[in-house]
């Protein structure tokens, strides 16, 4: 499954793997990133992608909030400085493009197929009373 995310203030789109996005939000955490939505920490010992999904699985879908967003992009920055070099490119690349839409403040997350099109179970993300669609393909 892919997700899209859109950012809310500056319209940057961009889709990835939600493994890779999975990876790239874990990675961030220990970075210092303190996800709000989250209700328990993934295993830090463990970067199977497979083990730490459903600990991400409230970020799969839905919005972002500014001051999370705010906090991410400053793990992001982190990682990038420290483990760039030594990241898978799929990792790196979404990692760069996360941070592009966290700078810009507040974002949203919505389940695509790999065809670009909404799953079926996540079809609009909502902020500030808004709902916006599914990215197009």
């Known amino acids: 499954?892919?997700?899209?995310?859109?950012?809310?203030?500056?319209?940057?789109?961009?889709?990835?793997?939600?493994?890779?996005?999975?990876?790239?939000l874990h990675l961030a955490m220990f970075h210092g990133w303190t996800p709000e939505r989250l209700t328990a920490q993934p295993p830090s010992a463990s970067s199977d992608t497979e083990i730490i999904v459903p600990y991400i699985e409230p970020y799969l879908f839905g919005s972002v909030s500014h001051t999370d967003a705010d906090a991410l992009a400053a793990g992001l920055?982190?990682?990038?400085?420290?483990?760039?070099?030594?990241?898978?490119?799929?990792v790196h690349f979404a990692a760069i493009?996360?941070?592009?839409?966290?700078?810009?403040g507040a974002f949203g997350v919505v389940a695509e197929s790999a065809a670009g099109q909404p799953d079926g179970s996540s079809t609009a993300a909502t902020h500030g009373g808004q709902t916006h669609a599914p990215l197009a393909g």
């Open 1 to 24: 499954m892919d997700v899209g995310l859109l950012s809310f203030t500056s319209g940057r789109r961009a889709r990835m793997d939600s493994k890779t996005f999975s990876k790239v």
């Open 77 to 90: 920055k982190r990682m990038l400085d420290s483990e760039a070099f030594g990241l898978p490119a799929p």
């Open 97 to 104: 493009s996360i941070l592009a839409l966290a700078e810009c």
